[in-house]
């Protein structure tokens, strides 16, 4: 079978005891980075040298087959160089490819970055979108934060450092300077930062210059940033996608605040 296992993302300790288990017996290894895997045997004080593939995004549709057939013959552990494997890493072109080839996939659960960030936060935890990476441009990056406006679920991004003040200045332009927000730096690790503020407050704070991995957990669009208009638009999607007038509203109303029979008097006078 195929193993995902997760690692830690900062602190050597956050090595579950599942996850020693599998690199001590492990015969072969595809990894983000073999270098990396090869530091946290040794970190780790494993004697274990298995036989090591490289797994990464330049890689991963002509190196896929091998691993299946490798799984097929025994067990094939799957690393990324830090969190779990197919999250935001390499990973998820082998898992597909590998259910159509029936073979069975399994993961050693452990550190996640997106979970961390967000629980540490401070901000609604009850339903959350991640968006992964935020694109370089500017300009992508504006048009991005104004497609997600009216999101109401909490969001989680990975930003660089060297990016980070421009993105939140740029997420303040489009989602509103008193959206709410939190700077997740150095999880798990010694200089551990958790920013919490405004978009304003924390774009200002961020244009001294910050160091370190970067989460960004921001707040969804509620009730004091949605217009009945913003709301209308997402009652209007979810009955496109097949969903009855009034659940759709109704569903709407309990993600927003909005009013529930304003919405749907709204929806009718649209029709």
């Known amino acids: 079978m195929i193993i995902l296992a997760a690692t830690p993302i900062g602190n050597l300790g956050d090595a579950s ?3 020693v288990e599998a690199l001590t017996e ?31 995004d330049h890689n991963e549709s002509t190196k896929s087959p091998e691993i299946i057939e490798l799984a097929k013959e025994g067990n094939v552990l799957v690393l990324s160089d830090a969190g779990m494997p ?23 659960p452990g550190p996640s970055a997106v979970i961390t960030a967000l629980a540490v936060a401070g901000l609604p935890t009850d339903r959350f979108t991640f968006e992964g990476f935020l694109p370089r441009k500017q300009g992508e990056r504006k048009a991005t934060f104004r ?32 959206r709410p927000a939190a700077v997740c730096r150095e999880l798990t690790k010694l200089y551990e ?50 969903m009855r007038l009034k659940e759709a509203t109704t569903q709407v109303a309990e993600e927003t605040g ?14």
């Open 26 to 56: 492990a015969t072969v290894i595809a990894s983000e980075d073999t270098r990396t895997t090869s530091k946290l045997l040794n970190a780790l004080g494993i004697e274990n040298r298995p036989r090591l593939i490289a797994l990464h």
């Open 17 to 19: 005891t599942r996850l």
């Open 147 to 178: 497609a997600l406006a009216r999101e109401s679920r909490t969001m989680v991004f990975f930003e660089s450092p060297n990016r980070i003040a421009e993105s939140l200045a740029d997420a303040r332009d489009e989602l509103g300077a008193d």
């Open 86 to 108: 197919t999250v935001s890493d390499p990973g998820f072109h082998l898992v597909e490819a590998a259910a159509e080839a029936g073979v069975q996939v399994t993961a050693i």
């Open 258 to 271: 909005l009013s529930k029979r304003e919405l749907y008097q709204a929806a009718l006078a649209a029709k």
């Open 193 to 242: 930062e958790v920013k919490r503020g405004t978009l304003t407050e924390l774009a200002d704070w961020a244009a001294d210059g910050v160091r370190g991995e970067i989460v960004l957990v921001i707040g969804g669009a509620t009730a004091a940033t949605l217009t009945l208009e913003d709301g209308l638009a997402q009652v209007q999607v979810l009955v496109a996608e097949g």
